[in-house]
């Protein structure tokens, strides 16, 4: 019988990186912070090489940040429990419940590049 690393290592991290009081910084989270800051900063790198407005580019950060987290938790909400979610809709506003799924906010992400493309 071939053995694999799975068979070796129990992979449950703590989500958290750590908290004060109520408060919890988790992992995903800075993920998803890094993720915004580096490509707003190379968006806004890339206008300024090529002569485009850089007032365009500094506006996406919001609609980015929005795209993320609203896609996020409704990819997650509808990707893994959609029948609890459809039947209970309020929940989906409780984010301090958590659930955020990253494929979500991918989608969130190539929407609203698309609606903002058209804006702007």
Known sequence: ???????????????????????????????????????QKIWMRQSARLGYDLVIADKW??????AVVIGS?????FFYEPAYYL?????????????????GATIGLIVTLWLYGRRY
């Open 61 to 66: 950060l919001m609609w980015g940040v929005l």
């Open 73 to 77: 938790r409704l990819g997650h909400c």
């Open 1 to 39: 019988m071939p053995l694999f690393l799975a068979d070796f290592v129990t992979w449950n991290p703590d989500p958290e990186i750590f908290r004060i009081g109520p408060l919890a910084i988790r992992y995903y989270s800075l993920f998803f912070v890094a993720a915004l800051l580096l490509g």
């Open 87 to 103: 039947s209970h809709p309020l929940e989906i506003l409780k984010v301090w419940k958590g659930g955020l799924a990253s494929h």
